[in-house]
Every structure is written in C-alpha cells, then in structure tokens.
C-alpha cells in the first residue's frame, strides 16, 4: 500500500523567514505533486515533478524530487503572509500498483504572521 | 477557460437517502477523478475513468457506493443509503489524459449526512 507523509502537519513561522516542507513516499515512483488548499476551497496544482531531480521554482517556493531517497521537499523562501495555506503533496497511484489516481499526504497547515 | 465545475455546492441528506453529485469536467479531458477529502486530512481516492470506463474502482468505500460517466464527459457519483461517515467534502479532478498529467480539482460538493 503506498504511504504519503509529511511534516511537519503544522507550522507557523514569521514573514521573511525560510522553511522546507518534507514529503516522503514509501514506493518507488518518479510522479509527485504539490497542491496549495486555502480554507474552504478547492486544490490549486503548484508543481508537477516528473522526474530524479526535478527541480521547479515559482515566485518564493521551490519543489524538488528524490527518487532513489523518496522524498520531495517545498522549500519556502522570504515568507509572505499570502502564502498561508495548507500544502500537500501526492504520489501517483500507479507506482504503488493502481491506475492513475494520486494518494496525498495529511496535508502540513502553515500559517505565516506578520 | 472553465474549470471543473461540480454541484451542488452544498447537500445535506439524512441518513438513509441516496444522493447524487455531478461533475463537469474541463471540456476535452479525458480522465476523471473522484477523491473524498475529511476534516483535516488529505484526499482520498475513490475512482478514476478514462473515457466512460472506470479503470480503477478501487477506492471505493463499500457497494453503497458507484460512479458513472456515461459519455465520456460529466460523471455521476452516486451514493445509497448514506450514513453520518459519508459527510465530507467530494473532488471532483479531470487532466487531459491519464498518467503523469496535472490533474484540476473542482470546487467540490461538501456532503453533510445528518
């Protein structure tokens, strides 16, 4: 059965201040995903990582992937309040013996203050 | 562009009936995804088509249960005699293709069975 964990599930930081996000997987797979959830709202797709160290950057945070280790990290740079939100990130079933549906992490609820 | 569009947004049912929820996918996609999402916790599978077949029904909870897509477009999820545990939130997501594609969540149907 394929695992998706993150952590820290909660984290609250200042403005300016950088932080990583951990995702590790326990099967052996080379598609990985980070999603972006404000309260009340739906999934927003931020980075698709398709590949061994895969690295992509959009605006303040950074995503990359290690497949022989499992392990993806959403490193944040300078925080801003606006990028409070909870963050998760999801492996492709397909890794782990399904079809193509993704199974995510609990998900790391990250409040930044001012 | 439109998104994936669901409805209703909101459905309270008492325990016993049977629902209905409706997912109109991003015109053209081919793949579509039904998740349940908790309170606090991350997205859970449920089922994946690719054109009108289901391809992987195996996060499906119980018999209770079932998904249809009968022209390739917008997807029913249809659950009978619902119980209290069957509240939560239900995604909606369709990408182009199947495989390593961006999936794109709807705003979801937030499902209260009281």
């Known amino acids: 059965e394929l695992k998706v964990e993150q952590n820290p599930l909660f984290l609250s930081m200042q403005e300016g201040k950088n932080y990583t996000i951990y995702c590790n997987y326990s099967?052996?797979?080379?598609?990985l995903y980070w999603y972006r959830q404000d309260p009340g709202k739906s999934l927003e797709s931020l980075f698709v990582?398709?590949?061994n160290g895969a690295v992509k950057q959009e605006g303040r945070l950074m995503a990359s992937l290690d497949t022989k280790a499992r392990l993806s990290t959403l490193h944040i740079t300078a925080a801003v309040h606006d990028l409070s939100a909870t963050y998760f990130c999801?492996?492709?079933?397909?890794w782990g013996g399904g079809a193509d549906g993704l199974t995510f992490g609990k998900g790391t609820h990250l409040i930044i203050q001012p | 562009g439109a998104g994936v569009s669901q409805t209703p947004s909101n459905k309270v049912t008492e325990k016993g009936k049977y629902v209905e929820l409706r997912c109109d996918p991003i015109s053209g996609h081919t793949a579509l995804y039904w998740y349940r999402q908790s309170l606090g916790q991350g997205p859970e599978f449920l089922i994946y088509?690719?054109?009108?077949?289901?391809?992987?029904d195996s996060g499906l909870p119980n018999d209770r249960f079932f998904a249809v897509r009968p022209e390739g477009s917008v997807s029913t999820l249809k659950i009978q005699r619902t119980e209290r545990g069957d509240s939560a939130v239900y995604l909606c997501a369709s990408s182009l293709f199947g495989g390593p594609h961006e999936q794109y969540f709807g705003p979801g149907t937030r499902l209260t069975v009281t």
């Open positions: 099967t052996t797979s080379d598609r």
């Open positions: 990582l398709l590949s």
């Open positions: 088509f690719q054109g009108t077949g289901a391809a992987d």
């Open positions: 999801a492996v492709d079933n397909a």
